[in-house]
Structure formats: structure tokens, C-alpha cells
């Protein structure tokens, strides 16, 4: 029995591991000038300075909207003060946006999740470097936990492209959006099954360490 549970657990680890942890699509996200993609980035919090070490520190980060019951109140049992999504960051031609993952009924299961910045900033690194840089796309990367579980969407798109729309859209009616299909057409782009630790934006060039890339 428990030879059998381990298999499993290696089959579902399998199956896990092979989902794509990044999209880029030119059709979807168009493409940001890369210098107005850096300086998005760079409005991140603690990009540019983290004098209280507060990059790598736990917080929450929630979405009232998809509260059940709806923007009920919410206890913070960190020190750091919580995150409310949506976010976006916008420098010129380049929007970045973190939203909470939702699955392909636009469902949002998750609305509260614990994660630290460090974490968005490799996300929003990593389509920088994989999609922007080297398909001359914007993109979106799913950050997940340790199990894979699927937490928040990192999305780098140009303003005016059609995800701009989908984004209106979800401004107004409330409904998640599903990172692997955003306009209900299916997977658009190019999927890349991608580990990354250890990223950090210096300007206009990208700092890599510990980064694969799996095909």
C-alpha cells in the first residue's frame, strides 16, 4: 500500500511538473518597448531598495472582490501589511499586472494567498528574459507554491493590446481571468516549463542565477 502511494504521488508529481509555468504570445500581449518593460519592473516594491529586508518576508495577498462572503473582513497574522489585487504597473507602453490565479471558468478558488515579493519579481523577471527579451512578446507567468498549487498571475502585456481588453473586462465584471486561456480561444503563444530562483532587475538588463529551462 504504501509502495502503491508513492507511485501515485510520482505520477501526480509528473503531471504537475509538465504544466507550463509561462506563456508568451505576441498576439495577446503584444510587445512593450523592452526599456519600458525594465522600468515597469522596476516600480515593483523593493526592486530598487529593500532596506528592511522586507523582499523575502511572508505577507498576504488578497482579492476582496472573490471573498465568500464577498470583502469580509480579513485577520493579517503577519507583521507586513497586506497586499490587495489587483495591481498594475504602468510605464509608457508596458503594463504589468498581479492577479489572483483563476481557473478556466474564472473562478478564483484561492482568493488569499501567503507569498513574498521576491517572488513576483522573479515572475515578472522571467517573462521579461524568456518572452520579451527572446520572443519579442509579452507574457504571463502562474507562480506557484512548493506543491505546484497555482497562486497568483504575473502578466507583462503592451497598452492597447487585446489583453488590455480582457483586462477591461475584468475590471468590470469581476470574473478571473484564466492565465492559459485569457480570450476564451484556447492557448495562444508559446508554453515554457521554467524553474527560476535568485532573480533581481538592474535596470535595463536582466540578472540571471539558477535559472533552467525545460522544453
Known sequence: MIRLHALLFTFITLVLAREPSLVCSLDVYGQPQLSDGATAAEKLPHVRDDPDGELKEWRIFAEPASFEPRFRPLKNPYKNS????????????????????????????????????????????????????????????????????????????????PFENVMNEYMLAGKGIYPFNPRGKGLEGISLDITSSEATFRGNQTSLAAMTEER
Open 82 to 161: 497586506m497586499v490587495q489585487l489587483p495591481l498594475i504597473w504602468r510605464y509608457r507602453s508596458a503594463r504589468i499586472a498581479l492577479l489572483p490565479y483563476a481557473d478556466e471558468t474564472g473562478k478564483v478558488h484561492s482568493p488569499t494567498v501567503t507569498l513574498d515579493w521576491k517572488s513576483i519579481q522573479e515572475a515578472a523577471l522571467s517573462i521579461f528574459r524568456f518572452c520579451l527579451e527572446s520572443k519579442h512578446s509579452g507574457g504571463v507567468w502562474v507562480v506557484r507554491d512548493l506543491f505546484r498549487s497555482k497562486l497568483v498571475s504575473v502578466f507583462l502585456y503592451k497598452s492597447g493590446s
